[in-house]
Structure formats: structure tokens, C-alpha cells
């Protein structure tokens, strides 16, 4: 009889185990998500991300004005924004940029961390590719030569996985380019 117990004991030990390991496999994934959702909300949210992505939206036409106040610093900053500011504020050395340049290379390091943060989650596996279709318009939009200014800085200056993400990218969409190009002239 005492084997039987022990057995019993032995089993319901094991049951209670592989709970324990499934309920915090679960929580762990929980906590994924949530991190992952509030990386999201924050780079949808964040006023530089707004801009950021509105400024690779940008087509031209009338220059497009805006106040920006620069975190920490009290002084607002009017920029005048057009495409040829975009691009002298990405490629000159940062001691060399007027207030409106600063501003707009600070927006753009803004978007790009916060592209760096979400695609760590990304790589890690907190969510999957198909939660990244949000963000498909503007990593199209990227990938014009419009954007080859901003692909640029971005490939440079992103210190974590946003650069060979943005490279893998590029060269996906090229391949399906040229797979769509064979395919029509098939």
C-alpha cells in the first residue's frame, strides 16, 4: 500500500511540476506581448516617431512647418522642413547643423531607437512577422529613392538590429522585384 502512495505522491509531484513549467511558459509569453504592445503604443505615440514618419511620407510641394521642442530644453526650435533639410541634416557632422537640422537628425535617431527596441522584440520572438505589417508602409516607403538619404543614415548609425533588419529588407524587396520582372516577361 505504501508503494501505491508513493507512486500516487510521485505522479501528482510530476503533475504538479509540468503545471508549474506550463503556467510560466504562458506568463513569460504574456510578458513578451506586453512588452512587446507597449514598444508599439510608444513608437505610435512618440511625437518624433509622428514626425519621423511623416516626413518620410513627405512627397513635396509646399515646405512644411513645425515647432519642435527638444526634450529637456525649454527653447523651441521652428523647423521648415523640405526634403533637402532632410538630407543635409542626415549626412552632415552634427557640429555642423543649424537648430532646424539638429531637430530633425534628433527626430530621426528617435524613430530609428525606437525601430532598434521593436525589432529586437522582433528578434527574439516576442511576436511575428505578421505583427510588423504596421510598419510595411513605411519600410516600403524606405526603400524608394526618395528615402535613399535616410536608408543610408539609418544603416549607419543604427547600433542594434534595426540596420540588418532594414539590409535583409532591401534585399527581399529586391528579390521580389525581380522575381515579378521574370515572371512578366515569361
Known amino acids: 500500500m505504501t508503494d501505491e502512495i508513493q507512486t500516487i ?9 509540468l503545471f508549474a513549467v506550463w503556467a510560466w511558459r504562458k506568463d513569460r509569453a504574456w510578458k ?3 512588452a512587446a504592445t507597449e514598444l508599439h503604443d ?3 505615440q512618440s511625437r518624433e516617431c509622428q514626425l519621423a514618419m511623416f516626413m518620410i511620407d513627405y512627397r513635396g510641394g509646399k515646405a512644411y512647418e513645425f515647432d519642435y521642442e527638444f526634450p529637456k530644453l525649454s527653447e523651441k526650435v521652428k523647423v521648415t522642413y523640405d526634403k533637402n533639410k532632410r538630407k543635409s541634416a ?6 555642423k547643423l543649424s537648430y532646424e537640422e539638429q531637430a ?4 530621426f535617431d528617435t524613430y530609428i531607437g ?10 527574439k520572438k516576442y511576436f511575428g512577422q505578421n505583427d510588423l505589417i504596421f510598419f510595411k508602409r513605411w519600410l516600403d516607403s524606405l526603400l524608394e529613392p526618395a528615402c535613399d538619404d535616410v536608408r543610408t543614415y539609418a544603416r549607419e548609425n543604427s547600433p542594434g538590429l534595426f540596420a540588418p ?5 532591401e534585399t527581399y ?5 525581380e522575381a515579378l520582372a521574370k515572371a512578366t516577361n515569361s
Open 114 to 123: 525606437h525601430l532598434d527596441r521593436l525589432f529586437y522584440c522582433y528578434n
Open 104 to 107: 530633425i537628425r534628433y527626430i
Open 42 to 44: 510608444r513608437l505610435s
Open 32 to 34: 513578451r506581448t506586453k
Open 165 to 169: 533588419f532594414l539590409v535583409a529588407y
Open 9 to 17: 505522491v510521485q505522479i501528482l509531484g510530476l503533475a504538479a511540476i
Open 173 to 177: 524587396h529586391q528579390r521580389r522585384i
Open 90 to 95: 542626415l549626412s552632415k557632422p552634427y557640429d
